[in-house]
């Protein structure tokens, strides 16, 4: 019959065609990803002494969930499995192996914390696993010739101190330079950024150092030494206790430098309130994201966005906690390079498009700030503003700087 | 007479034998088929597993070590996360600062331990229960900050990292399963070596110290030196198991070794039988297992349920799994034994 064979001829022609366009859509595909899933492997300080970090996995977990109710990346929803570690690295060791043999993720995103990331980059680098954006300061993590499969996300403390040599060159040219660091490489990343941005000019300008340990008692020898040098500038690489201790000294002594603080100290609560308020006026550090504490952010649409996130997906947290605003940034930055692999979402794919990052804005970043990355370059932000402290918040002011090497 | 039970066994000859053997030939070979099993077990099952059972064994040396300590001589110890930090960091500075091949690492681990237990075990011998408890607890919280404060030998904050340990060629073993049967040994010889301490003169001495300290010394046993020498052979097993972890794990930071790691220790000790040597097994086993289990049942209070896991081992079996168990596994022995002995008078 006449209708049969057009019949066959029909299906099979629509089968062909079905069959050509699904091998035209199904992806190449690495462990952990499929048509419908990516998974995604993460692991916390949900407990113990850092657990307050964890509200940063909770953020990303309430990310993923409006993602997926969005439809997901490319058609494929995120399955976002985040373990705890406890800062422990041996756990951290256990959790990710746990994530990479049993659960076949895809990558690892974020990990948080220096110990952590570097007892597990070894394995996550021989196993050509992907160690992205991970959670920690420390320089070490754009090496991509040693680790190219390891990256990190925020500016390191040596991309910050850059900026503040940036800043001295530029506004402070004829500055004798004191440093006061904590003898760990927390503090000696500043130290030696600070030497970078300063370049040949670094043993005419900085004239003083002391360091101290996070066991001292006081810093109060340490601040009275640097005085005697004769410094108009002090770079204080301290952890809020010490800067407290510092800006309280600094003050009573009557000496009054341009008083650079570290990021990690820029705490109003845990540092400044310490120290006196009153005293810490005229103190000048560096950000990147919007202080969503600041009501000149408030008003604008990016932080109603994020806030609208926050009462729909993460209810439980504090709008007041940057963790929140942490969470939502390193999200936003993975979710761009997930969409950014398409339909080929092998491992390689991955770091490729990770390494590939052309001025990316995201809504939280301080406006002239953006996440850039390149197969030499493994820091994704690398700019910051200068903010100085008016006796009641941090008022930032001046352009945005960038601390990339030169 | 016998009461009737399931399970058929031969019948004792007058010889004291069963089948052919005694029953210390039985035990035997039911050790050795222990062995066996356990040495098998790695190959048939994936990488992490095999990860995860080479922890279990270290812990299990871990806790052995404390059982020593408490359990047969009574001394409470809060601290022997200190100690398993004191090997793992004498394992990493002489593997990355001098250069020496991971296993000779281990026998100077223990024997720091061992001498740090002894001068440790000396001024302890002043305390007792409470105060010991508190004495040791400060040592816990101690070791991170020490490990942090020394930084030129232990690397600070950052730790040290190790170099991956390699396979002897021509085994056709890989990494992790290479660990796994080196651990394997190190826990057969440290089980041996306990079984010979505590069921010989040396442990019966210390278990009359833990129960009656005043009768023992009227005995002629030298408290002092017995208490002490404990504290350091304890402490010697710790820190082998400290090691272990270090070559394992390939990285020692003082994050790892917080105070919770010495609590841990004592409950999987607790739980598993604090005056036996398998019950250190099961605490081994609770150490790895339940925490990760814990975390998998319920993301929002993982804590809360191990301290129910730990409530519910304690109710149901309140002298640990093989101290609850063992009584009446040997009831079963001797049931086994009174079969077919002759009974008096006929």
């Not at chain 1, 990803?33 to 307050?52: H, R, V, W």
């Not at chain 1, 941005?197 to 360091?211: C, F, R, W």
């Not at chain 1, 605003?325 to 390689?348: D, H, M, W």
Request: include cysteine; hydrophobic fraction near 45%.
């Amino acid at each position: 019959m006449a209708m049969k064979p057009s019949i066959v001829t029909g299906l099979t022609m629509t089968g062909l065609v079905l069959a050509g366009g699904l091998a035209l859509a199904a992806g190449q595909y690495g462990p952990g990803a499929t048509d419908t899933e990516i998974k995604i492997g993460n692991t916390m300080p949900y407990s113990g002494p850092a657990s307050s970090y964890g509200a940063i996995g909770k953020a990303e977990t309430a990310y993923f969930n409006m993602i997926n109710d969005q439809g997901g990346v490319n058609g494929r929803k995120i399955n976002f499995i985040s373990r705890d570690d406890s800062y422990s690295p041996p756990k951290t060791v256990e959790q990710i192996r746990k994530l990479v043999e049993e659960d076949q993720v895809l990558l690892t995103f974020n990990v948080l914390g220096t110990p952590p990331n570097t007892a597990v980059q070894g394995y996550l680098n021989d196993n050509k696993v992907p160690q992205l954006f991970v959670a920690t300061g420390a320089d070490k993590w754009n090496d991509p010739k040693a680790h190219p499969w390891t990256m990190g996300w925020q500016p390191s403390y040596r991309i910050e101190a850059r900026i503040y040599a940036r800043y001295i060159l530029q506004n402070l040219p004829k500055a004798k330079i004191a440093v006061l660091y904590q003898n760990d490489d927390f503090g000696k990343d500043y130290l030696i950024g600070l030497r970078e941005g300063l370049g040949d000019k670094a043993d005419k300008m900085i004239v003083a150092t002391q360091s101290y340990e996070t066991t001292d008692p006081t810093v109060d020898s340490q601040v009275v030494s640097l005085q005697a040098s004769g410094a108009d500038v002090l770079l204080t690489a301290a952890i809020p206790k010490f800067a407290a201790q510092v800006i309280r000294k600094v003050y009573d002594t009557g000496w009054k430098p341009t008083h650079l603080l570290s990021n990690v100290s820029t705490s109003v609560k845990a540092a400044l309130q310490p120290a006196g308020l009153d005293k810490s006026i005229g103190i000048i550090s560096a950000g990147y994201g919007k202080e969503i504490t600041d009501p000149k952010w408030q008003s604008t649409p990016e932080y109603k966005e994020w806030l609208a996130w926050m009462q729909k997906y993460n209810p439980q947290g504090n709008i007041a906690d940057a963790n929140n605003a942490y969470g939502y940034g390193v999200s936003q930055t993975l979710i761009a390079v997930l969409k950014a692999c398409g339909n080929n979402l092998t491992r390689e794919n991955v770091m490729k498009q990770a390494a590939s990052i052309h001025d990316l804005k995201l809504p939280l970043l301080l406006p002239g700030i953006s996440v850039s990355t390149s197969p030499t370059d493994f820091a994704p932000i690398k700019q910051m503003q200068l903010e100085k402290f008016d006796g009641t918040t941090w008022e930032m002011f001046g352009p945005v700087i960038s601390g990339a090497a030169s | 007479m016998t009461k009737g039970f399931a399970v058929v066994v031969p019948d004792r000859t007058a010889a004291g034998q069963y089948a052919g053997l005694s029953l210390g030939a039985w035990r035997l070979i039911g050790a050795l088929a222990l062995i066996a099993l356990a040495a098998a077990l790695p190959f048939f099952v994936s990488n992490y597993h095999v990860f995860e059972l080479t922890m279990v064994m270290i812990y299990t040396i871990a806790v052995l070590g404390l059982n020593i300590l408490t359990g047969y001589n009574g001394q409470i110890s809060l601290g022997h996360g200190a100690f398993f930090a004191a090997g793992a960091y004498t394992t990493a500075i002489l593997m990355q600062r001098y250069g020496v091949p991971y296993w000779a690492t281990v026998p100077p681990a223990g024997l720091i331990c061992f001498v740090f237990g002894v001068l440790f075990g000396l001024p302890a011998l002043r305390f007792e229960g409470p105060y010991l408890a508190l004495v040791t607890l400060s040592m816990a919280l101690a070791m991170p900050q020490l490990l942090k404060y020394f930084d030129n030998w232990t690397g600070g904050v950052q730790g040290i990292n190790l170099v991956k340990v390699a396979p002897p060629a021509g085994l056709g073993l890989d990494h992790d399963r290479w660990l796994y049967l080196l651990v394997l040994a190190v826990l057969i010889l440290a089980i041996r070596g306990a079984a010979n301490l505590l069921h010989g003169r040396t442990g019966r001495a210390l278990v009359a110290i833990r129960d009656h300290p005043i009768a023992a010394a009227a005995m002629g046993i030298h408290n002092a030196r017995y208490k002490t020498l404990a504290f350091g052979i304890s402490t010697l097993f710790t820190g082998v198991a400290g090691s272990l972890a270090a070559i394992v794990v390939s990285y020692v930071s003082p994050e790892g070794y917080g105070m919770f790691l010495s609590i841990a220790f004592l409950v999987g000790s607790t739980i598993g039988g604090i005056a036996t040597i398998s019950g250190a097994i099961v605490g081994g086993l609770f150490i790895e297992f339940v925490p990760n289990l814990a975390n998998d049942i319920s993301d929002a209070a993982p804590a809360a349920l191990y301290g129910l896991a730990m409530l519910l081992f304690m109710y149901a079996m309140p002298l640990g799994v093989v101290g609850s168990l063992a009584p009446l596994f040997s009831r079963l022995l001797r049931q086994i034994q009174a079969r077919g002995a002759v009974p008096l008078g006929k």
